[in-house]
């Protein structure tokens, strides 16, 4: 009998393995998070500093790279998360001080955007912690929204998975910009020794066909899988960059 996909209201995500996930991910910089932090860079080259009014980070989990990277072109970042696990050490970092293993991001994030201001903390300082659900983001909030490895890590059924990123375009006012990183081919997942955790498996072609209706000026890009990364099966990352459309997607 084929089981029953799991959907993202069916995982508790207070119990989040962050101190797992971290080790496993961020604890020193691979060239997988280089090679994402090039993409961004890049795409918040292009945006004067200061232009975005209100930023959104679409599911931020404890990844501070991207809010880093936000704050080239942001005065206020949302770091928008729903794990009480996520929040609590989203808060820890912003108020206590980043830890010493987020300085090497840094310093890549600085070298590609000399826009970012010269320490981490001043970066940090507009970044502001929302404890909410993502998908209940009112349409039109913000100028700009990044989201990493959240829609494809969060429910293994693809209708969900569209229903994410379609949220998530719609967070951005008509004409905002978007930019995102997701997981290639990655399928239900594990951190640490028992964790389990869904995933939904796409490409950049299933990428581009969600993103195609709902944006324009899209771009969508691919890197190949990261060997000194834990092996989660996937194939690579997904990048991707777009634009609201002026009139209603």
Known sequence: MRRTPTCNDDVDWDSWPVQDYLAENYRELHPSDAAVIAHHSAFYRRLAPGSA?????????????????AAAASRHVDAIEASAAGVAYLNRQLHLGADPSWEPFYTLCRKLNPQLPPALSQALSVVHVVHADARGLTPGTYDLASMNFVAEGVTEDFDEFKEFCGRFVRCVRPGGRVVAAFMENMPTYRFGPASRWPGCPVDRRLVTEVFAPLTQQLAVTRIDSDSSLPDYGDSGMVLLEAVRPLSPA
Do not use: I, K, T
Request: net charge neutral; glycine share 12%; charged share 10%.
């Open 53 to 69: 009014v209100r930023s959104a980070e679409f599911g931020a989990g404890p990844n501070l790279y991207p809010l880093m990277l």
